[in-house]
């Protein structure tokens, strides 16, 4: 045997990639009935990191035997599991007569047990292969040592789950008013001995499940006991990941949000990571993209805005590798195929984020992928299509129309112009651009298939996903401007008017190898190339009402401009990716996670002008090139063990852990932009305006040291301390962040009241220290090369762009956070609140030096001055309303209370304004309000002072300061969701959300202005004077929309299974169904304003599409 | 080691667990001092150079390029709103800010910084970016070690004096010059007074004569700096020293080009000289004329018949009913601005002779004359006349070269001269009648914020 185990253990790779290929070839052939080695046989594994060797108890046994004795019996159910069995024949009632006993698919434990109901003995199964049958009693408490002093009052059983009818581990079983109570063993098993004969309630409490109290009639004779606990809403008892491994969400300080991406695929018609964040609808997370259309930048804020300069992006780890989050067009993390996402975690909160290391003061997402599961090989086909329609009506749009003073023809008419005496205004043009004559947008389609295998055995399992998406946007151009451009005799390239699309493909997969039974060794390979075509186009100067009939277009200004944008870029992501883990059989855990991810993008732009004729001259376009690159390079180990065990191990567990991560982030990008391109020319003909190529490194270390302490399985403390080492981090500076923790069951406490109503109730907080770290770039100094005219001839130059601070610091994040988790009315609800409160310090601001140290660009630098301040109230609540065998009715709300205020700029800096004049909008960092403000300036005075009815700019004085506005973080946010489950096949749902207290920047690229009162002399002179002034496009807004509806039916195996189908539903889904809000023009929820890095909510309605409202019909297969 | 440690630490030691605690403690020591396993690489690419990197000769010439170009757009906008604000141009335009400076208006609107402070803001900066420059520039050669590169200590030092000159003479009292050293230091300085900024430009132009010249154009830079710095002072004995070695062919000229160049932000542009009055060669499209007398108390630089000076050469023109004069000293991209020469050296000793009596003091204006072929001038008599015809002459000599304003302020500091005698006053003619009389500006005064040591103008007397 021991021979054998050493040739397995030397032909692993060749096996196992032998096995790996049979089981491609010969999937639905299970992998027992073949001829593979002994390690590639065996039973269903767990997940990698829960605990993965093999257990026998959890052997299944099917067996029927009629007419024999006991022993027989329990031989043969030993034998069958391969169990070897130890009991006294003095002792055990060996020959008692079994009439009929039968068991079907019973672990072994499960069978030994029932076949000794009704005698006083039981079955105790050990991993290693071997069971004892033991008198009831001598297992008291967990440990089962003490020998069975008084078995007159004992009362055993089992504690099994109502679902699935297996045992279930950890129970706690107590008897009220008494010290007695004991844990249930791995089979659910439970003994107590010397019960009070006056005590005949048993309580059962076990997290994740309602708590149970029995009755027992009389304690003396021993009763039998079988319990079975209902699954309670409560997700304490689930297992999360954090940087050190896996984890009890009872042991955490911090609140972890945990998504099943497969229960939002179900009600939503999710396309990627950021639609499943968006429609988990997670406290404290928002969610904004750029636009409606395909491969749109989208932006996650974890918690709010913390940081003033840097990115406020979180940190993305995908199993256990550092991914780039960044945001960019198409949105970096949409890259990962959303099909082979299986969990999505939100660390949020101190605790868990200072031990993720630099940037992880914004919150990190966890995303772990599917494994696979071990068997014959299953087959899974996804289909999905979607239609969509952007919606939402657009503001009227006001010009001014006149008479050229001159030519005699009709004119657009602005005040300048007027003023100039190029043109007399006789009228107001109104025209609606929701008229489908002027703009139509097409609509969205999407068409996605996924195809994906998995399977395995005991040694190896293999999961292996490929998806194909094509997306047309929602935008098209618009009928009338086709009939202008031909109109006008334009020739233009027909592909550049289609909508915007994308092409995604994606091919995932993973290897999990299992060579010994302590360790695991997965390999992950994915590949993603996303190709995306973003159209627009762009109308200058367009007005084309006709001031007596507004529904009837004239061609007023043919000659203006109209302009097309047009961007390719083509982005291709790979990732490698090992995972190990071993296990000490000590307890100690040693897990590796390795990881490159290289993204390349190359992108084509142009911007090509019609229409604009002696203005443009020949110079008609611009286009650049680029080429990006980002590869991110990571390593994380760490090493935990538990060092207490046994009885000792109930009242106090001490979990240390110690870990070192290791990561590497280039950046490379190069861009060559060229204008003045002449019509009809070539790119390559025009003039090569900039070249420009930077390269950023940086690179971090860091290790950690933390430790879970828990007391009596109630009490939790978590202490740990980080530091971090970086090459944007001043070498002298702190990294030093520690982190303190403690959560208390309370409900699970002597004085607790022993009710059900209540039946959870977690007190939880934190404190911990985070980081975001400065940009290498920021430290030091930096020249571009340029050109100068010096001494009469051309020189190359080096010209200062940033002075750089060798001083700076990585900002540090100090957050609080305390909460409760409650379950109650029997565990059909559970509430989970959380405040946090959290203060950047050291914050990073960009800061203009003061004019005596040079010239715009020349003097920005970044400085550790500022604090930022954000609080939030966090409340979730989720209960069962319903709870029958064929009805299931699930509420669920979600509230979040945001406030975020910058305390400090610095000495003597109140205010950094980013739009100091003219456009009467101010986009500002103000101290004492939040970031990502808008402030408005409104006029202070107006004179008519030429006489001429309409109000100018020059006639009009505005006050110095802005009004503030609001900011781009919405104050409340909340959402409900209803999910109806019909005799588990039949499953409806339905969310909805509200936002409020938001303010929108709605700048328009469709020129003229949406004020009532612009350029009208009919108009009062302080409506004309608001509109000159823009005042009205900024604004506070809420909404209330209807996210997301759908209705899913799982067709039952039996109709299935007789076509080879495994399993089988279909569903009709479809989002953001509906929109009520007061805002004036189509969805604000859409930013323009991400790419450039503004936290400033910026809503373009004009060439931006909305969000599209969708529907789709998803067809998933199982073989 | 680890080894030996573990059997040596007791039961514990044999077992295993405690030997990975062990082990684990060893990584937690190891990783106490992670410094050497992270790589610091400094960004670095054929585009853009980090200030570190600059360690070659090419490198510090290329920095040296850039601070030039930057002094010659700040002299070249500085000269320009020079003449604006003095009685040698007039705006021809509407634009605001332009307007507010031409009639010396200091003034809110639209919640905009003063007219004064948006326009002279550029300038300002240009300047300073490049006294930055200068400055590392310094620091960079130290660096390098190479003596043979002491001509760019030199020239910076006194180019780095001609920035703080110019902001001296232009500027109201209290211009703060702060430092940056080359490894990014920021340091904060208080205002310096007028006074205090001419010893500092002085101190500048004695630390380039000290070192190594590249050639007379250093010399001759430095040597005029220091008599204009004194000058500005009222010292002109000390201004006449100064300049007594400066030859009839010294001269330190700036050049300008229409030639294409990119510029600091990366845009391409043409470094033309006085853009604000047309860069083009044809007169409409200059936005600026010259007017006789404007404001009362300006200069008649141009006779209504006859032939102009030629150091203020003109051309007229009829425009809208009116008769326009554009200056046509500089209408091309390709023209040379004298910084520094001999006629500066005449006019300062023309000047130092008058103040002590001696006839020479119209020698030395006949004598510059002559080089330009011009009549010679004769002695009007009285003292005040004597000086106004003094300041006339420099007036014409320095003609959009950014010295009339220097000028002024010295005619009031030290000539007693009321400032409404000396600066265009009364009822303001130019633009499209925004404005009705001019204001009162004397000087300009630094655009400066967020300067945390930094409070503000002294005052902003002449």
Partial sequence: MKRDRINVMLTIPVKTLLAVMIILIHGRIEAQRTNLPDLLRGEVRGEVGKQQQEDIRERRVTISLHNTTLEKAMNEIAQSAGLKLTYSRTIVPVNKKIDSFSVKGMSVGEALNKLLDGTKFIAIVRANGRGVITEAGSQQGNAGSEKQKNIDNIIKGRVVDSASKNGIPGVMVSVPGTEIRTITDKNGVFVLSNVPANRNHINFKLLGYASAVRTIENVNKGDDLLVMLVPAATSLNEVVTTATGFQRRVEIPSDIVKIDAEKIRQRAPVRSLTDMLEAAQIPGVLVTRASGDPGAATRVRIRGIGSISQSNDPVYIVDGMWIDGSVQSPSRIDLIDQETIETIEVVRGPSAATLYGQDASNGVIVITTKKGLPGITRWNFGYSSDWGRAYGKMPLVYEGLGYNQITGERVLCPVSSVLAFVCVQDSVGIYDPNSKLILREGQERQDAYSLSFDGGAKAVKYSVAASTRNVLGVRRAAPIDLIRLRKMNQTYDKDILKPSRQKNHALSSNLSLYPRDNLDIVLTVKAAYSDLIDNRYKLVSHVVANPINPDTINFLNEGSEFSEIFRNMQTRNTVFGSSITWRHKHGINVTGNGGLDHTTANETGSTRKYGCGLICGNDIGSQSDGMHSTTVASLRTNVSTMLTRGRLGYFIELQPRIGFDFRNVKRNNFNVSRDSIPGGEPASSGRIGSALGTVRETTDAGWYLSSTVGILRKLYFDIGLRQDIGSAIKSSSNTTYPKLGGAWLVSDEGFWPENNFISIFRLRGGIGHAAVQPDVGDIKGRFVTGTRYIDGKVVKSLELTNIGNSELMPERAVELEVGFDLDVWYDRISVIATYAHKENKNALVSRKLPSSFGRGSDVTRKENIGLVQNRSLEMSVNGIAVDKSWLRLVLDYSHTISDNRVKSLGPGTTSISRSLVGTGITDAIVVGYPLGSVFKRTPLAYMDENGDGLISISEIVVKDGGVYVGTSNPRYRGSYGINTTMWNRLVIDSRFSYQSDYAVDYNSSISGRKDYGFQDVNAPLYLQAQAQYQALNVDRISDFRWNSASISYVLPAVRISSFDVRSMSISLQGTNLGLWTKFGGRDPWVNTGILSGSEVMRVDQGSVPPPPRKFALNIKMGL | ?462
């Fill in chain 2, 1 to 462: 080691m680890k080894v030996t440690l573990l059997k040596g630490s007791g039961f514990l030691t044999n077992r295993l667990p405690f030997r990975f605690i062990f082990g684990a403690l060893a990584i937690f020591i190891q990783a106490c001092s992670l410094d050497g396993l992270v790589t610091v690489d400094d960004p670095q690419d054929g585009e853009s150079v980090d200030i570190g990197e600059v360690t070659t000769r090419a490198g510090v010439l290329a920095v040296y390029a850039s601070a030039i170009g930057k002094f010659q757009i700040g002299v070249n906008e500085l000269s320009s709103n020079v003449s604006l604000f003095t009685d040698e141009l007039s705006v021809r335009s509407n634009f605001a800010g332009t307007t507010g400076l031409d009639a010396r208006i200091e003034k809110h609107t639209q919640g905009l910084l003063s007219p004064l402070g948006v326009v002279v803001a550029s300038p300002y900066e240009y300047l300073n970016s490049s006294r930055i420059n200068f400055l590392q520039i310094r620091d960079i050669v130290r660096n390098l070690n190479d003596s043979s590169l002491n001509y760019l200590v030199s020239a910076a030092y006194a180019l780095e004096g001609y920035t703080v000159l110019l902001l001296a003479e232009n500027y109201c009292s209290g211009i703060p010059f702060p430092t940056l050293t080359f490894d990014g230091s920021v340091k904060y300085v208080e205002g310096s007074s007028t006074t205090e900024a001419l010893k500092l430009a002085i101190s500048l132009f004695d630390s380039s004569q000290i070192i190594h010249h590249d050639s007379t154009r250093f010399k001759v830079l430095s040597q005029i700096g220091k008599g204009r710095a004194y000058l500005s002072l009222g010292l002109l004995d000390s201004a006449f020293i100064s300049v007594q070695d400066v030859n009839p062919t010294d001269v330190y000229n700036l050049h300008y080009s229409d030639l294409q160049v990119t510029n600091e932000e990366g845009f391409v542009s043409k470094p033309y000289a006085f853009w604000t009055t047309g860069s083009a060669s044809t007169l409409g499209s200059q936005s600026n004329g010259v007017r006789n007398f404007e404001g009362t108390n300006g200069i008649q630089w141009f006779p209504l018949v006859g032939a102009p000076d030629a150091r203020v050469p003109v051309t007229q023109q009829i425009l809208d009913g009116i008769n326009v004069a554009f200056q046509q000293k500089y209408i091309t991209g390709n023209v040379v601005l004298p910084l520094a020469g001999w006629i500066e050296r005449k006019m300062i000793e023309s000047e130092y002779w008058m103040n002590e009596g001696d006839p020479r003091w119209l020698d030395a204006i006949n004598e510059a004359r002559r080089t330009r072929s011009i009549q010679d001038t004769t002695d009007p008599g009285s003292l005040e006349a004597r000086v106004d015809l003094l300041f006339r002459e420099r007036a014409f000599w320095f003609y959009l070269n950014g010295y009339r304003l220097g000028d002024y302020r010295r005619l009031v500091r030290q000539y007693g001269k009321s400032p409404y005698e000396v600066y265009p006053s009364g009822i303001y003619e130019g633009g499209y009648g925004e404005y009705q009389l001019y204001g009162d500006a004397f000087v300009f005064y630094p655009p400066e914020f967020a300067n945390v040591k930094y409070q503000g103008c002294n005052h902003k007397d002449p």
